[in-house]
Nanobody, 125 residues
Framework: QVQLVESGGGLVQAGDSLRLSCAASGRTLSSYAMGWFRQAPGKEREFVAAIIWSALSYYGDSAKGRFTISRDNAKNTVYLQMNSLKPEDTAVYYC???????????????????WGQGTQVTVSS
């Protein structure tokens, strides 16, 4: 069983930065695809970024140029560096782990096997 715990969310102002962390336990996740998704009230879960294998990364349109995903396999942790935050980035951010890592599926929430509890990010204008 894999447990994922997100941290690093908070209340910031537009233009600020935050770094989210997703710490995994129960299994080494170096072979897993790891993704960040977000969900705002009344909206569907949205793909933000994913990293597969060592360092192949993909981003949703809202994250391109502002967010960076990275992983530290020694710490079994994935990070999401978020810069130039905007009020529309306000959401609960979730970390997911996909065991059968596949480039074709990294944007699909249903393809992830494990999820964290989420961390709230609120960006004020």
């Amino acid at each position: 069983q894999v447990q994922l715990v997100e941290s690093g969310g908070g209340l910031v102002q537009a233009g600020d930065s935050l770094r989210l962390s997703c710490a995994a336990s129960g299994r080494t996740l170096s072979s897993y695809a790891m993704g960040w998704f977000r969900q705002a009230p009344g909206k569907e879960r949205e793909f933000v970024a994913a990293i597969i294998w060592s360092a192949l990364s993909y981003y949703g349109d809202s994250a391109k140029g502002r967010f960076t995903i990275s992983r530290d396999n020694a710490k079994n942790t994935v990070y999401l560096q978020m810069n130039s935050l905007k009020p529309e980035d306000t959401a609960v951010y979730y970390c997911g782990a996909q065991g059968a890592a596949s480039i074709a599926n990294i944007r699909r929430p249903g393809a992830y096997d494990y999820w964290g509890q989420g961390t709230q990010v609120t960006v004020s204008s």
